[in-house]
């Protein structure tokens, strides 16, 4: 991996500590202690260090800058480590090159290779200070300071700002939510880092009751419509319950116990702002025929575009989220007895929920996509436990060993293929559907189709849900188009015009009263 570590995405809510730095970035210990001698900024001044994801990424998003732009005081570019580093001061040679300018020649403090450089006045001056032992060997980097209040300040512009004061105690919430998702973890995170940023960095330990009420107010002002920095009222009755359960864990917390513990009734919302959020919005989704000519219509002459269709056809066919899609292995698709087999262990399933799902019952075409789709993997060498939609690179490149094994070729990281994926399909179409929408379309089917409730339950379980209500709430629902005209249909008698028949119309419904008649008799 390139030492500019462009590779590496840290979560910007989150609080590190060394050794998950350490992990992150398959680095050692002194590393990190360096990047903290070139001024990278840590969450305070106790150890062990924290640090927040936004302040890391930045830092290594300033360094790349720096190695396409003038550089600071005393820095020298690594070609090796491809940033911008201050160097070992013990190792700083002075030199005289032949047309009389003053040389530098240094080692990297990362990968010890040798740096140069032509040196002006200012570094000179530098060096030498860091040179005398009465002088703090990080004078080369006071770019980005913590100043009083726990507030990162920054000479740079269009740095972020944010606060650090409670940084230590998140991160130990961070570790007490180890049970939740990652996801899960997020939304908590952001919730709790939208208080923190309302009250200005308030430590959490002096909270009181006035604070809670005034964001209650933030978040009351920001349920109007017309508001700049409005947020739905989803995202706001969200916010407020992940508060709830962060501020229940910190009262119990050393420290913290003092703090009101009747907080959840300031926080309390309107019934008009949680009535809002009840109100589930109406979602764009395609019929299954619909469906079944935007993939008769998909292009099928590369192996891209095969794995297109396939992940196109699946979506409809288990009913199945995009993240779950991509992380299938081959063997997860059962051709024999016609089933998906969702292993939580191994594919990325929403909640960690394992199950079996059987094909549902949609035109044909689907099935023989994905079928097809298998057979493709199948003729190129893939086995079973190779991804069952590789990224594009193993499909031009398959890398195959001597002694006929091969490297088992991974799911996709991302859903990025899905996204593509449905925008090929939609690419001629007046609507242009995500690749959740899917499941609405068999979510809606159920609905169409006359099954009794036992078959209904079975439907709703078969797509994930545990409660028929999921599926009623949530996905197809009914359009105001399509309300609008089932109402309009009720009670109106629907007469048939003899002339508008055909002479075999006409033969059935004559052959239906004699059967009747004879019935009768």
Same mark, same amino acid.
């Given at each position: 991996m390139s030492r500019s570590y462009k590779g590496v995405t840290l979560k910007k809510h989150r609080v590190y500590s060394v050794q998950q730095l350490i992990a992150a970035y398959s680095v050692t210990a002194n590393t990190v202690s360096n990047w903290v001698?070139?001024?990278?900024?840590?969450?305070?001044?106790? %150890?062990?260090?924290?640090?927040?994801?936004?302040?890391?990424?930045e830092f290594h998003r300033e360094k790349r800058k720096r190695v396409q732009s003038n550089f600071r005081p005393g820095e020298f570019q690594c070609r090796i480590c491809q940033t911008a580093v201050f160097p070992r001061t013990e190792t700083?040679?002075?030199?005289?090159?032949?047309?009389?300018?003053?040389?530098?020649?240094?080692?990297?403090?990362?990968?010890?290779?040798?740096?140069?450089?032509?040196?002006?006045?200012? !570094?000179?001056?530098?060096?030498?200070?860091?040179?005398?032992?009465?002088?703090p060997t990080d004078c080369l980097h006071e770019g980005n300071t913590l100043v009083r209040g726990g507030i990162w300040m920054s000479e740079e512009k269009d740095v972020p700002v944010f606060h650090a004061k409670n940084d230590r105690i998140i991160h130990q919430w961070q570790t007490y939510a180890g049970s939740y998702s990652e996801k899960t973890i997020d939304k908590h995170l952001a919730a709790i880092r939208f208080f923190e940023d309302y009250l200005e960095g308030k430590p959490f330990a002096k909270l009181m009751i006035n604070d809670f009420s005034a964001v209650r107010d933030e978040l009351k002002r920001r349920a109007a419509v017309k508001a700049t920095d409005s947020m739905s009222a989803s995202t706001i009755k969200h916010t407020v319950s992940h508060l709830g359960t962060f501020f229940d864990w910190l009262l119990k917390q050393d420290g913290y116990r003092r703090l009101p513990r009747d907080f959840a009734g300031y926080l309390k919302l309107p019934k008009a702002v949680v009535a809002r959020s009840a109100q589930v919005k109406q979602?764009?989704?395609?019929?299954?025929?619909?469906? *079944?000519?935007?993939?008769?219509?998909?292009?099928?002459?590369? #192996?891209?575009?095969?794995?297109?269709?396939?992940?196109?056809?699946?979506?409809?066919?288990?009913?199945?989220?995009?993240?779950? #899609?991509?992380?299938?292995?081959?063997?997860?698709? !059962?051709?024999?007895r016609r089933r998906i087999l969702q292993?939580?262990?191994?594919? %990325?399933?929403?909640?960690?929920?394992?199950?079996?799902?059987?094909?549902?019952?949609?035109?044909?075409?689907?099935?023989?996509? +994905?079928?097809?789709? +298998?057979?493709?993997?199948?003729?190129?060498?893939?086995?079973?436990?190779?991804?069952?939609?590789?990224?594009?690179?193993?499909? =031009?490149?398959?890398?195959?060993?001597?002694?006929?094994?091969?490297?088992?070729?991974?799911?996709?990281?991302?859903?990025? &293929?899905?996204? *593509?994926?449905? &925008?090929?399909?939609?690419?001629?179409?007046?609507?242009?559907?995500?690749?959740?929408?899917?499941?609405?379309?068999?979510? &809606?089917? %159920?609905?169409?189709?006359?099954?009794?409730?036992?078959?209904?339950?079975?439907?709703?379980?078969?797509?994930?849900?545990?409660?028929?209500?999921?599926?009623?709430?949530?996905?197809?629902?009914?359009?105001?188009? %399509?309300?609008? *005209?089932?109402?309009?249909?009720i009670g109106?008698?629907?007469?048939?015009?003899?002339?508008? #028949?055909?002479?075999?119309?006409?033969? =059935?419904?004559?052959?239906?009263?004699?059967?009747?008649?004879?019935d009768n008799a």
């Open positions: 001698g070139e001024g990278l900024r840590t969450s305070d001044h106790q %150890r062990p260090y924290l640090f927040r994801g936004e302040a890391v990424q700083v040679v002075d030199c005289v090159a032949k047309n009389g300018k003053h040389m530098y020649s240094a080692e990297c403090p990362k990968c010890l290779s040798k740096l140069k450089k032509i040196s002006a006045e200012t !570094d000179r001056d530098l060096v030498e200070d860091c040179r005398n032992p009465n002088t979602r764009k989704f395609p019929s299954l025929l619909e469906a *079944e000519k935007l993939l008769n219509a998909m292009p099928s002459k590369s #192996l891209v575009d095969l794995r297109a269709r396939a992940l196109f056809a699946l979506a409809f066919l288990g009913a199945l989220r995009a993240d779950t #899609l991509v992380s299938l292995q081959i063997k997860h698709f !059962d051709i024999q292993d939580a262990r191994v594919v %990325r399933a929403k909640a960690g929920k394992s199950l079996a799902i059987i094909w549902f019952q949609i035109p044909k075409v689907f099935e023989d996509v +994905v079928v097809g789709w +298998v057979d493709v993997l199948q003729g190129l060498g893939f086995s079973e436990d190779d991804a069952l939609f590789p990224d594009s690179k193993y499909l =031009k490149h398959r890398i195959d060993v001597n002694d006929g094994k091969a490297a088992t070729v991974p799911v996709m990281s991302t859903t990025q &293929a899905v996204t *593509e994926a449905f &925008a090929i399909a939609c690419h001629n179409s007046d609507t242009k559907y995500t690749p959740h929408a899917a499941k609405h379309t068999i979510g &809606a089917e %159920r609905d169409i189709r006359s099954l009794t409730h036992e078959e209904r339950k079975a439907w709703s379980l078969n797509m994930g849900h545990e409660s028929e209500r999921t599926t009623e709430r949530h996905y197809g629902t009914m359009s105001d188009g %399509r309300r609008f *005209e089932v109402l309009e249909s109106i008698k629907k007469t048939i015009d003899p002339r508008n #028949l055909s002479e075999s119309e006409k033969a =059935k419904i004559f052959d239906g009263i004699l059967e009747a008649m004879g």
